[in-house]
């Protein structure tokens, strides 16, 4: 294989899935750095938040190594952990043998209709060429009643924090990659399509206009993480 490299702000999906398979091994280790720890958090809000129950399907988007879903299996449901990176299939598959890793897009999921009671993505959805298609496909999968939980980089809503975190960014985080990850440069666009992401309301009117109901979000960390949560009528 050759040197990995980041993919581009219009996230060409062949860029997105070449840039994921090239960090796949250093995956996990990297964003607990790069977080300061702070992912562990996020997760559990995540699972909290999604409230898996026995026997419920979940399908956990952007699973990459499955490190996200396993929270979800520990409740007893059914979870399907599925990305559009092979490479990141592979690691997870050879950690956790007995999940069954799904390879899909997105934006075209390999799933019936009304099909999960939940459907979860952390930290992927900003990787997607068309965020609308993918939150009209979660709405198509997920069963009437069902919900969706989405965890991703958003806004700090403090603007003195939200300067420094900016700076963070785009200074530090690029060195400190560098340090730790098997592929540095991938962590610029990390940075850069975090700081292009929508903030936490427009995310909010993106899923309402792809049919979710009772749409609302909960910040983390200050905003640098936002949890938004919205239900299938």
Known sequence: M???????????????????????????????????????????????????????????????????????TRTGAYVVPCDFSLGMLQVGKRRHTWLPFTAGDATRLPFKDDTFDAVTISFGLRNVQDTDAALREMHRVTRPG??????????????????????????????????VSSAPDAYVYLAESIRAWPDQAALAERLRKAGWSQVAWRNLSGGIVALHRGFKD
């Open 146 to 179: 069902g919900r969706v939980v989405i965890c991703e980089f958003s806004h700090p809503t403090w603007a003195p924090f939200r300067t420094v975190y900016t700076e963070y960014l785009m200074r530090a985080l690029p060195p400190l990659a560098r340090a």
């Open 2 to 72: 050759g040197p990995v490299t980041r993919a581009s702000l219009d996230k060409q999906p062949h860029e997105v899935v070449s840039m994921f398979d090239g960090v796949a091994e250093r995956y996990d280790l990297t964003n607990d750095v790069l977080s300061l720890g702070q992912d562990r958090r996020w997760r559990k809000e995540v699972a909290r938040a999604v409230d898996a129950r026995p026997a419920q399907k979940v399908l956990d988007l952007a699973a990459g190594t499955a490190t996200s879903s396993l929270p979800f």
